[in-house]
């Protein structure tokens, strides 16, 4: 069993930052691929980014790339995503999601444990 909370969310001004943090519990953290996905208004929720179990690998989606950086802190038990540059079309809620597997997946299925959300606006 793996609990995720967010925290991070606000809103702030095109081109400002956030930094989300999703905190987990439970005792296969580590060995789980996590993942940030996102969902704006009438759209569906999508993929952000994603890393394996080490941290040693990293994936986004193209629209976020070169703005965004997932990380983890195994020993804390962490992944935090860092946005930066941020745009309007940014504007979702942002959800954490743990993997069942240890690489990194794009694919929602592949995520059986989610948090509950944090609502990231960004305003022109």
């Known amino acids: 069993q793996v609990q995720l909370v967010e925290s991070g969310g606000g809103l702030v001004q095109a081109g400002g930052s956030l930094s989300l943090s999703c905190a987990a519990s439970g005792r296969t953290f580590s060995s789980r691929a996590m993942g940030w996905f996102r969902q704006a208004p009438g759209k569906e929720r999508s993929f952000v980014a994603g890393?394996?179990?080490?941290?040693?690998?990293?994936y986004y989606t193209e629209s976020v790339k070169g703005r965004f950086t997932i990380s983890r802190d195994n020993a804390k038990n962490t992944v935090n995503l860092q946005m930066n540059s941020l745009k309007p079309e940014d504007t979702a809620i942002y959800y954490c999601?743990?993997?069942?597997?240890?690489?990194?997946?794009?694919?929602?299925?592949?995520?059986?444990?989610w948090g509950q959300g944090t609502q990231v606006t960004v305003s022109s």
């Open positions: 890393i394996n179990w080490s941290g040693a690998s990293t």
């Open positions: 999601a743990a993997a069942w597997g240890a690489s990194y997946t794009v694919y929602s299925g592949d995520f059986d444990y």
